[in-house]
Structures are given as C-alpha cells and as structure tokens.
C-alpha cells in the first residue's frame, strides 16, 4: 500500500520522463556540435579566401620573373640550335676546309668573312684588285675534293676594288 503524503498540487505533477529529458540533452548537444563545426568550417574557408588572396598577389609579382624566364628559355634554345650547328660544322671537317680553303686562296685576294650558313654550305665575302683571282678561287673550290658548287652572288667595283660574295657547298 502506499501513501501520500505530499500536498494535493504536488500529486497533480506528472513524473518527469527522463527519455525525453536524455532527447533534448543530446539534440541541445548535437546543435551545440553543429554549430561549432560550422564555426570551424567558417573559419578554414575565410583561411582559404587569404590564401588565395596572398597566393595571388604573389602570382602578380612572380608574372615579370616568369616572362623573364621564359624569354632565357627561348634565348638558349636558340644558343643550343646555333650550338649544335656549330658543332655539325666542326664534325664535318672544319680544319681541312680551311686549310684547303687558305690553299686555294690567291695572293692578291682577301677574304673578310667566312661564314657558315648550314653545316654543309659557306659564304665567304673579300675583295680583290681585280677579277682574275675571283675566278681563280672558284674554279679552284669546284675542282676542291672538300668544295663543291661555287656560286657569286655578286662581285661588285667599289673604289678600285672588287668587293665579292662567293657561295660554295661542303662534301
């Protein structure tokens, strides 16, 4: 049997359910977690935001320097092409062309410039007193082991001398 003896407005609450009660602690404590992961979510996008704000203000600066390297990029390519040219010139007989070359010059020519369009082909440029050691020189390169197909471009009187540009090819 039981008694009561608590007061009448006492036996007219309900018993607390403590189901609900560990309910509304844990959605209480699930919103709590929530809204601190959002916090933190928050924050890490704001961290992003400034590092890409810094990463491109860094990319700005960096752009000049990138150009610039770029541009040393294309000028030893360039040196490496005129690098490996030169180095096909020198492997196809570079020292015997100009010996044979010094053997075949005339006396009375000079030669200004020897220059090396391709790796199989010279141009060399001088002047003479006169035409004959022109000729001399050319019918010379065709007859040359080492020289083939000598060319003039053209043989000009400039001031009592003939300025002349002679093309020929390397066997």
Excluded: C
Excluded at 30 to 46: C, D, P, R, T, W
Excluded at 157 to 166: I, Q, R, S
Aim: glycine share 4%.
């Amino acid at each position: 049997m039981r008694v009561n003896l608590l007061p009448g407005w006492v036996k007219r609450q309900r018993v607390i359910d403590w189901r609900l009660v560990a309910l509304a602690v844990t959605l209480v404590a699930a919103a709590v977690v929530a809204g601190f992961q959002y916090y933190l979510i928050a924050q890490e996008i704001a961290a992003v935001y400034r590092e890409t704000g810094r990463v491109r203000h860094e990319q700005t600066l960096l752009r000049p320097k990138l150009e610039q390297r770029d541009a040393l990029i294309v000028q030893r390519q360039a040196m490496e092409q005129k690098r490996d040219f030169l180095a096909g010139v020198t492997a196809r007989r570079w020292a015997p062309v100009l010996r044979e070359l010094a053997a075949l010059t005339p006396p009375n020519l000079q030669l200004a410039r020897i220059e090396f369009l391709k790796p199989d082909e010279l141009v060399l440029t001088g002047s003479s007193a006169h035409l004959e050691p022109i000729a001399q020189l050319m019918a010379g390169m065709d007859r040359s082991p080492l020289l083939s197909r000598a060319r003039a471009r053209h043989a000009r009187d400039v001031e009592g001398l003939y300025d002349f540009e002679v093309r020929v090819h390397i066997r």
